[in-house]
């Protein structure tokens, strides 16, 4: 799978959350996404994921933190309904996202949500040796844009506009 691009963090407040990645941590800019959607299917039901999403870096990984906006059936929540929050998942911008599934389960994982939101295909697939942890694969050109630039910014970012706010529901 190569070098892991992201690390995914579900949190219940998301503006909080980025401010104490900036303060704690040191960790900025931040680019923020309010209103994503991800139409798709958790388990082989038909699902839509609402939600808002920080991305920041270290290094040349990136930090994702997510803000779940409903309570749809999702890989963010139990079976109860309930909001599992903390470490999330880690996950790798692939070229072929069906090809990148098909190793995987070849290899033992199993599909557990797969969705998409314009420009942006995304799999979740578990490992029974690793419960409580998801693999995620990203197929979107513009993401691997987004990391080059989120990277090279980081490196020169002087503590000013930490947070850049996009609104997709405007887009």
């Not at 991800?38 to 270290?58: E, F, H, K, N």
């Not at 999330?88 to 090809?99: G, N």
Request: charged share 20%; proline share 4%.
């Amino acid at each position: 799978m190569g070098r892991i691009d992201q690390i995914g963090i579900i949190v219940e407040d998301l503006d909080a959350g980025v401010q104490s990645w900036m303060t704690r941590l040191g960790i900025g800019p931040w680019t923020l996404f309010r209103n994503v959607t991800m139409r798709g299917q958790y388990r082989g039901a038909d699902t839509l994921v609402t939600c808002d999403v920080a991305m920041g870096y270290q290094g040349e990984t990136q930090v994702e933190l997510m803000q779940i906006t409903n309570d749809a059936p999702s890989p963010y929540r139990d079976a109860s309904g309930a909001l599992l929050t903390g470490m999330h998942h880690i996950a790798w911008v692939v070229d072929d996202l069906d090809a990148a599934v098909a190793g995987a389960q070849a290899d033992g994982m199993t599909l557990a949500f797969m969705a998409s939101s314009p420009g942006t295909r995304v799999a979740y697939l578990e490992s029974e040796g690793q419960p409580g942890m998801m693999y995620e694969f990203i197929e979107s050109p513009a993401t691997r844009e987004l990391m080059d630039s989120g990277i090279a910014a980081t490196r020169t970012w002087d503590g000013t506009n930490p947070v850049t706010v996009i609104d997709m529901k405007a887009s």
